[in-house]
């Protein structure tokens, strides 16, 4: 089945605790993204990727890191959550300008 | 800079009846446009999107959208409403010359649709 998995589902953490989020795609895509998703906003872009080791940020990086290192993974990286990073966030993958698949979300609290 | 308006937060439609989901967007250039749909603890699902061609789109689960270049709308819309249609619904915009794929996509703030039995 073709998907977009992200681990873990939910995660609650303290602030200053390094954690990574985890995606993968098994469509062959070689663009793929994070949002978050707060009441009010909807879906911001966090960073995206347009093939392995290409990387770029979206409008809202700070705090944020990633990398591609294979194709079908792409990683969230928080180095020091703080609790204004409280949100819930989507990983999405897309074969080029076209329709983007997402993931089913992962709700991170930090504390 | 692109942008997206979604002017409703909520919309609430009696069962059977017709919807409209408003969008409104803003690019330089011509636009992508897309709908999603995300159900409660679910991630968003496509549902359907314009590109290029005829201006009426049809997409999944019977919905449908126009696209209007003049008032630079992207309308959602049902002609009978079902009580599972009650979700969150997103309208996204890309500049077709933005670039790749994954950048410069953005999304409205989402509008909330209540089909009322």
């Known amino acids: 089945e073709a998907q977009v998995t992200q681990n873990p589902r939910y995660l609650i953490t303290v602030t200053g605790k390094k954690l990574t989020v985890t995606c993968s795609q098994n469509?062959?895509?070689?663009?793929m993204s994070w949002y978050r998703q707060d009441p009010g906003l909807g879906l911001r872009q966090i960073y995206y990727?347009?093939?392995?080791?290409?990387?770029d940020k979206g409008d809202v990086p700070e705090g944020y890191k990633v990398s591609r290192k294979e194709k079908r993974n792409f990683p969230l990286i928080l180095e020091s959550p703080s609790p204004n990073q409280t949100s819930l966030y989507f990983c999405?993958?897309?074969?080029?300008?076209?329709?983007?698949?997402f993931g089913p979300g992962t709700r991170l609290t930090v504390l | 800079a692109q942008s997206v308006a979604q002017p409703e937060d909520q919309v609430n439609v009696a069962e059977g009846n017709p919807l409209t989901v408003k969008c409104t967007y803003s690019?330089?250039?011509?636009?992508?446009l897309f709908w999603y749909v995300q159900y409660p603890n679910r991630g968003l699902q496509f549902l359907l999107k314009?590109?290029?061609?005829?201006?009426l789109v049809k997409g999944s689960y019977g919905f449908e959208a126009e696209f209007n270049k003049s008032q630079t709308s992207f309308h959602l819309k049902k002609p009978s409403a079902l009580v599972s249609d009650s979700a969150l619904y997103f309208c996204?915009?890309?500049?077709?010359?933005?670039?790749?794929?994954?950048?410069?996509?953005?999304f409205g703030k989402g509008t909330h649709l209540i089909i009322q039995p």
């Open positions: 999405a993958s897309s074969p080029g300008a076209d329709t983007q698949y």
């Open positions: 469509m062959n895509h070689e663009y």
């Open positions: 990727s347009m093939n392995v080791e290409v990387t």
């Open positions: 690019v330089s250039g011509n636009p992508y």
């Open positions: 314009y590109i290029t061609g005829d201006n």
């Open positions: 996204a915009v890309r500049d077709m010359y933005s670039g790749g794929g994954a950048d410069g996509l953005t």
